[in-house]
């Protein structure tokens, strides 16, 4: 079937770093992803998404990057900071389908 | 303006006892679902709806009814409660775009 995943389930980084969060998808029929961020205790909260006609798409910190050669996703954030401690869930959705798929999550931990 | 609220926060209950977990929000958007989380699972769908009086199954469906009665709200129900249904519950709500927006959650224990 169909699935969203990440390559790897838990960073670590130094506060200041760049952060690099990765996501494959395998439905090549997917033409909307978007990024979650999910903090302790809460329900996840949007951050960015990216349309499949797109190659990338910049936020505040945040840059999205879709390769739909080798159907993968990532997010990237800038100058990582305590409060983007959190899980990172990417999600992928096709044209007409009322449902999101969302990937299983990865947890991004700040070391001062 | 709460956008989508979740109603209770928490709640114990004993095998085989029923509950409503009930979503609500203010944003009059048409579609709404249901999750449940799980740790190393993510999110899972249970159901959802596209529009008032409509429902639809998700992922993960058995154990659950739904309904939705009028558009702001969407109820959960749990009518006989397993272990099994110890979780995280969340709901989340969309315009007509894709993306979703989700409530702040219900612990629920079932022992």
């Known amino acids: 079937g169909e699935s969203v995943g990440l390559h790897l389930p838990t960073l670590s980084v130094q506060e200041g770093d760049n952060s690099i969060i990765n996501c494959a998808y395998s439905?090549?029929?997917?033409?909307?992803f978007i990024w979650y961020k999910q903090e302790s205790g809460k329900g996840p909260q949007f951050i960015i998404d990216i349309r499949s006609n797109m190659d990338k798409r910049q936020g505040q910190r945040v840059t999205v990057l879709l390769n739909k050669t080798v159907k993968h996703l990532s997010l990237q954030i800038a100058a990582t900071q305590p409060g983007d401690s959190a899980v990172y869930f990417c999600a992928e959705t096709v044209q007409g389908a009322q449902k999101l798929v969302f990937g299983q999550g990865t947890r991004l931990t700040i070391n001062p | 303006n709460a956008g989508v609220t979740q109603t209770p926060k928490f709640r114990v209950l004993k095998t085989g006892q029923s509950m409503t977990l009930l979503c609500a929000q203010d944003m009059n958007h048409e579609y709404m679902y249901w999750y449940r989380q799980d740790p190393g699972m993510g999110l899972r769908l249970i159901h959802y709806?596209?529009?008032?009086?409509?429902?639809a199954k998700g992922e993960v469906p058995d154990g659950y009814n739904v309904s939705r009665l009028k558009k702001q709200n969407f109820l959960l129900g749990l009518e006989s409660a397993a272990p099994s249904q110890t979780s995280v519950y969340f709901c989340?709500?969309?315009?007509?775009?894709?993306?979703?927006?989700f409530g702040p959650g219900t612990r629920l224990l079932v022992l």
């Open positions: 989340a709500t969309r315009r007509g775009g894709k993306t979703q927006y």
């Open positions: 709806s596209v529009g008032e009086g409509t429902t």
């Open positions: 439905n090549s029929a997917s033409d909307y």
